[in-house]
């Protein structure tokens, strides 16, 4: 075990090198590009035999990742906001395919406006595809969501790609210490075996990826989308499996501060860090705040968040994000948790972030301030706040809020 | 049954020649212009329909020409292309 | 040994059953590829003509993957590094199979790609001018005056509107991306084509195949006349037979070939039925002068 001062890039690189990648195909986008960079340079220095393809769109390197499981190599690739839309195809497909491919998403947001900076649109846009979503608030636990990505990922009883996504700019270049685990641990935590799916293989002709038509292509979604609700649990026993041999105890959410809360804030990404550090403080001078941080998003845990909120009187969702015509997306994932509770809290939405704008201790005061203010007044007047809109910018452009 | 084929009532092709009116369905052969005949004893087993068949439906086990007729679609690829003329499409059944 | 007519082997890789349209020249393309390539293949073909053969009902005898449609390159680039990464490359053959518009329009930049870093795979296309499997729309190879469902035939306009001169030419454009073979080849000359298949799959490195396939459906005429057509479009010169070596050595097939007139070509099928004799010479001069450009590039070695 060593401690390294690593960027979130450097501790993606770390996590896959440890996982002994078969085959890497990626190709460069801001801010993602140092993942592949650092990869590329332990493969020429002879730290690693993977074998690298340089592909010339990211459409081909998830064909090509796709092509990799398909013969049984471990394959992994990592983009962002523009490459994960181009690649859009191609990620319904391995889900489709059932293939275990883990890829790194750094998240940056979806021209237009044109931008390189972070929030969650990229990866939630995929939110139906089957993949499962880590989220990472730490350089730390970047590293520690690969080797779990593998873990269930290629589980027979998930054989579903997995995303772990970073936040970009705020995670990807943020220099944090890491403990890095032993590269024998890691072996022993993720054996390689053969693969527990059908692989082409001129020993055992296959016919792989056919057409199935609406007689049972039904049945075909429905053992996705089981096994994508079953990799919740998957993902709980990867994790304590991970705690008893690495010492680092993760679950698919997190409470903080809950004990007699009656306002929580639940998001999920680096701002949780911030957010956390707010709530502490606002916890010493008594507000019964506390604080949910998600780290799997699909598959969505309902049942736990309702557990954890229990008894809590107002929810404050941060949405990095925004499904324009309607709301954020964690706020109607939140809406569904509650929606057969008998007793139901109050619900905010509060779209932060966007584009990169710093999700600041600022902001988060503001939101709790608000969700105390519908607290008080037992109802949701306006259930989407843009908090950290700037209001005089809108109204020099003549737009009201 | 005899089936009017669907083209007929929906021309998207309009500079094509009018398809021919063929049975798809039932007992019926569906063979595209015929059936294929060879006369064996003038066939000296070139090949070339082996070859040309896209079916695979011709076949040259111990050096004779085999025609699978549930596997031919009738398409007369071999009636074309045997260099002897060989082989008549007939109009015929499976 | 060189592979021929004689020792083709009979083993069927394609079970017969399948939903193509009979007398289809691609699929025979399919059949007679996969028999020189061997049992040891792992074929990937792109949404297609050929893939709806397969996918509706021909189980093949090889390991065979669907491609989407832009990716044939990138699956084959993924299943050889995936192949190499597990010491199993040696002694498996990659065949991509992909029609004009998998190769040559949405496929292009993902085989680019894959030639450009000099995987090893054998990749055909068969180009039947259109995007036959949806119904026949035109595409990058589709030839000046020829009726589509997308360039219909109308007042106003008469088929592709589109010049010869701009219609894409895959097999100058993977040489000009340097790869070690690269030829074009016809049906109507089978040992020719069997030849260059065993060739291409002999590349310790990516090698390509174009094959003109003439689609009775869509081109207007009789199922039986699809290897007739492709000789007509050998001997007009239409399509010439054409090997490149790395990407600069040129080698015209059938030169002393006595040439046809372009009009018996143009004229065994209804997609040019409404060509003016104007049109026709101004196909016969495009024809003439593609011919002379090759005849020069040839000559060059």
């Avoid at chain 1, 523009?82 to 979806?110: C, D, H, K, T």
């Avoid at chain 3, 020792?7 to 394609?14: A, C, G, K, M, R």
Wanted: hydrophobic letters at 40%; glycine letters at 10%; a negative charge.
């Amino acid at each position: 075990m060593s401690r390294q001062y690593f960027s979130g890039c450097q501790a993606a690189a770390e996590g896959v090198t440890l996982s002994r990648p078969g085959v890497i195909a990626a190709y460069p986008i801001t801010p993602q590009s140092s993942i592949v960079e650092i990869l590329a340079a332990k493969v020429a220095n002879g730290e690693m035999s993977a074998q690298m393809v340089h592909v010339e769109s990211e459409h081909s390197a998830m064909c090509a990742c796709v092509g990799a499981a398909t013969v049984g190599a471990r394959a992994f690739t990592a983009t962002s906001g523009q490459g994960l839309a181009f690649m859009q195809e191609p990620v319904f497909w391995a889900a489709g395919l059932r293939l275990p491919i883990v890829m790194a998403v750094v998240n940056r947001s979806l021209l237009a406006p044109n931008t390189i900076f972070c929030d969650h649109q990229d990866s939630l846009s995929h939110r139906d595809s089957g993949w499962v979503q880590l989220y990472a608030e730490s350089c730390q636990e970047v590293l520690d969501s690969v080797i779990v990505a593998y873990k269930v990922a290629e589980d027979e009883r998930v054989l579903l790609p997995v995303m772990v996504c970073l936040d970009g700019f705020f995670l990807s270049h943020l220099y944090e210490p890491v403990d890095v685990p032993p590269q024998v641990e890691v072996d022993a935590f993720l054996p390689k075996t053969a693969p527990k799916y059908p692989t082409l293989d001129p020993d055992h002709p296959r016919l792989l990826n056919v057409l199935a038509p609406p007689e049972y292509y039904t049945e075909f979604e429905y053992d996705k989308h089981r096994s994508l609700t079953g990799a919740g649990e998957r993902l709980e026993e990867a994790f304590g499996e991970f705690a008893a041999r690495f010492g680092r105890q993760y679950h698919n959410l997190e409470g903080f501060y809950l004990h007699g809360a009656k306002l929580v804030l639940v998001g999920m990404g680096s701002m949780m860090g911030t957010a956390r550090a707010v709530v502490e403080q606002l916890r010493a001078q008594g507000v019964p705040i506390g604080l949910v941080k998600l780290r799997a998003f699909r598959p969505f845990p309902h049942a736990a968040l309702t557990e954890l909120l229990r008894g809590v009187e107002a929810v404050g969702v941060m949405d990095r994000d925004i499904s324009f015509g309607s709301s954020g997306v964690l706020y109607q994932e939140v809406l569904r948790a509650f929606y057969r509770q008998e007793r139901r809290p109050l619900v905010v939405d509060f779209v932060v972030g966007l584009g990169g704008r710093d999700v600041s201790a600022q902001t988060v005061h503001h939101a709790i301030v608000e969700l105390e203010r519908v607290r008080r007044e037992g109802a949701v007047t306006q259930d989407v706040v843009w908090s950290d809109a700037d209001r005089t910018l809108l109204s020099a452009w003549g737009l009201e809020i | 049954m005899k089936v009017e084929h669907w083209s007929k009532s929906r021309p998207i092709s309009p500079w094509l020649p009018a398809p021919r009116d063929r049975s798809y369905v039932g007992d019926e052969g569906s063979y595209a212009l015929g059936r294929p005949e060879l006369d064996a004893a003038e066939c000296n087993v070139c090949g070339l329909c082996w070859i040309y068949c896209p079916e695979g439906a011709i076949t040259k086990p111990g050096g004779k020409i085999v025609i699978d007729y549930e596997d031919c679609r009738g398409c007369g690829i071999c009636a074309e292309e045997c260099p002897r003329g060989l082989i008549r499409l007939v109009e015929g059944i499976a | 040994m060189a592979i021929g007519l004689k020792n083709l082997t009979e083993q069927e890789y394609i079970a017969p059953g399948r939903s193509g349209c009979p007398g289809c020249a691609a699929m025979l393309v399919a059949r007679l590829s996969v028999k020189v390539m061997g049992q040891r293949t792992i074929m990937v073909c792109a949404t297609g003509c050929v893939l709806s053969n397969f996918t509706h009902a021909g189980a093949p005898g090889i390991p065979f993957i669907h491609s989407l449609l832009p990716g044939t390159g990138s699956l084959l680039s993924g299943i050889d590094a995936g192949l190499k990464a597990l010491g199993k490359r040696e002694g498996i053959n990659l065949l991509g199979f992909a029609g004009d518009g998998g190769t040559a329009d949405i496929g292009l930049q993902s085989l680019s790609g894959a030639v450009e870093r000099r995987h090893r795979f054998v990749y055909i296309c068969y180009d039947n001018e259109g995007y036959m499997n949806t119904g026949g729309q035109r595409s990058g190879t589709t030839p000046f005056g020829a009726g589509t469902a997308t360039t219909p035939v109308g007042a106003a306009q008469r088929g592709e509107p589109r010049g010869g001169e701009g219609r894409k030419d895959m097999v100058l454009i993977m040489a000009a991306h340097g790869i070690p073979y690269a030829a074009t080849a016809s049906l109507a000359y089978p040992q020719d084509f069997l030849q260059k298949v065993q060739k291409a799959a002999q590349v310790d490195g990516p090698a390509y195949i174009h094959v003109l396939t003439p689609c009775n459906y869509r081109w207007g005429f009789a199922e039986s006349l699809s290897v007739k057509v492709a000789r007509l479009a050998v001997q007009t010169r239409v399509a010439p037979l054409l090997e490149i070596e790395d990407g600069r050595k040129y080698k015209l097939g059938l030169k002393n070939l006595s040439k046809r007139p372009v009009r018996e070509y143009l004229e065994a099928q209804g997609r040019f039925r409404h060509l003016t004799d104007e049109e026709v010479d101004r196909a016969q001069t495009a024809v003439d002068a593609k011919w002379e450009y090759l005849q020069r590039l040839a000559e060059a070695n």
